[in-house]
């Protein structure tokens, strides 16, 4: 079992629609929660960050925790072709050594 | 906002050689990430630093070097270039271990021939 886990993909979505994003991971104890965007040919790019329980709210953005249940999810709301990239999943382990996911390539079609 | 900047985009070098990627960040963070990122691979971490002189192993650093003799500067170096490091290097930093995300540069792209 990978440490942190995310469908590779491709997800697509119609223009407008919601896209949903899952990582799961393997650390009960893990701390720290991040989403990067990484467009073809570029480096990763911090989106979101969460650290508690629930839902955290950055414009159309919305990462959501459950702790209990292990995974992490982002939400993009009104989805633009300009979100079509790859997300990649991040989680500070409690040995503080940061994992990542291999990223799910996300396609938002007109 | 937090700048990590890259020595080179681009790069071609020969296999046998040494090469140097160079990584500067303005930010004041004490840790600092070389990555490398290939297709199907994701990013898998090569060395690290969290204080001047400072370094420790990845998963990956087999052919790998680093030196970080000033705070805001992290050096990857390939001792001997071989045609299996063609790849993306990813230099990062962060403010502290303990629950910070990592920013990262541009991303250099090594061809080795």
């Known amino acids: 079992q990978k440490e942190v886990e995310q469908n590779s993909g491709p997800l697509s979505v119609p223009e407008g629609a919601i896209a949903s994003l899952n990582c799961t991971y393997s650390?009960?104890?893990?701390?720290?929660f991040f989403w990067y965007r990484q467009y073809s040919g570029k480096s990763p790019e911090l989106i979101m960050f969460i650290y508690s329980n629930g839902d955290k709210e950055d414009g159309r953005f919305t990462a959501q925790l459950n702790k209990a249940s292990q995974y992490v999810s982002l939400l993009i709301r009104d989805s633009q072709p300009s979100d079509s990239a790859t997300y990649l999943c991040?989680?500070?382990?409690?040995?503080?050594?940061?994992?990542w996911g291999a990223g799910t390539k996300l396609i938002i079609k007109p | 906002d937090v700048k990590v900047t890259q020595s080179s985009r681009y790069l071609v070098k020969r296999t046998g050689e040494k090469v140097f990627l160079e990584c500067v960040q303005d930010?004041?963070?004490?840790?600092m990430f070389w990555y490398r990122q290939d297709p199907g691979l994701g990013l898998r971490l090569i060395y690290f630093s969290y204080d001047v002189k400072m370094k420790e192993k990845g998963d990956i650093p087999e052919g790998y070097s680093v030196s970080r003799e000033k705070k805001e500067r992290f050096s990857l170096i390939l001792e001997s270039a071989s045609t299996n490091q063609t790849s993306m290097y990813l230099c990062a930093s962060s403010l502290g271990l303990r629950g910070q995300p990592q920013h990262f540069g541009d991303g250099t792209r090594l061809s080795i021939l």
């Open positions: 650390d009960r104890g893990s701390q720290s």
């Open positions: 930010m004041d963070h004490e840790n």
């Open positions: 991040a989680v500070i382990h409690s040995n503080y050594q940061l994992i």
